[in-house]
């Protein structure tokens, strides 16, 4: 059966340039997504911050992402009749694995990007030499500059699986990045959310 590999070669090409879309939302994305959880972040801090100086009563929800509803079902956890600590550091633990699942979402994504779209690249460049060998081997190419323009041609599936991989390889450690600062923050604030913050739990 004979293949067409100039078809396969543009199919790879297409491929990366979709690679590079979901790169563009994913970032997007994440940044505006991280950006809101921030500014909670910092709400949630301050309001910590005036319970322990006795002008506030309790810290309040302030939205309804995940860190605001995981840090109120915190607290009302808290001030539950009976919670006991051992209750407490479990919530906690649970809490804050569900918020890092949340937090991290579609990172994956810019991984696998990043780890595939140099393969594909280098597909759609065999697959494109391949077709400029098969014109020489049929004498359909005589020309030498055809060849060296076939061969150019190639090589830009590898140009753009390269620069696909390294644009998603640093837009993967900046929101990593970022990822981690908002759940260390996450976890600063249920520590500060204890129960000596909050007496009104029971032992």
């Known amino acids: 059966m004979q293949i067409d590999h100039a078809f396969f070669h543009e199919i790879c090409i297409d491929i990366l340039y979709g690679c590079l879309l979901l790169l563009a939302f994913v970032l997007i994305e994440r940044l505006v997504y991280y950006a809101v959880l921030?500014?909670?972040?910092r709400k949630i801090s301050a309001a910590?911050?005036?319970h322990a100086l006795g002008t506030s009563t309790t810290p309040k929800p302030f939205g309804d992402d995940e860190l605001s509803r995981s840090f109120a079902e915190y607290v009302a956890a808290q001030n539950e009749p009976g919670c006991t600590r051992?209750?407490?550091?479990?919530?906690?633990?649970?809490?804050?694995?569900?918020?890092?699942?949340?937090?991290?979402?579609?990172?994956?994504?810019?991984?696998?990007?990043?780890?595939?779209?140099p393969l594909l690249g280098l597909l759609g460049t065999i697959l494109g030499i391949m077709d400029t060998f098969n014109a020489l081997s049929s004498?359909?190419?005589?020309?030498?500059?055809?060849?060296?323009?076939?061969?150019?041609?190639?090589?830009?599936?590898?140009?753009?699986?390269i620069g696909t991989a390294l644009v998603g390889l640093i837009a993967h450690n900046l929101l990593h990045r970022q990822a981690d600062v908002l759940i260390e923050g996450f976890k600063s604030a249920?520590?500060?959310?204890?129960?000596?913050?909050?007496?009104a739990a029971a032992e």
Do not use: N, Y
């Not at 249920?190 to 007496?199: E, H, K």
């Open 139 to 161: 004498g359909g190419v005589s020309d030498p500059a055809a060849v060296s323009r076939g061969i150019a041609a190639a090589l830009v599936a590898t140009a753009v699986g």
């Open 48 to 50: 910590i911050k005036a």
């Open 86 to 117: 051992a209750r407490v550091e479990d919530l906690s633990s649970a809490l804050f694995i569900r918020v890092d699942a949340k937090v991290s979402a579609r990172l994956w994504m810019l991984d696998t990007i990043v780890t595939a779209a």
């Open 190 to 199: 249920l520590l500060a959310a204890t129960r000596d913050s909050f007496p």
């Open 38 to 41: 921030a500014l909670r972040s």
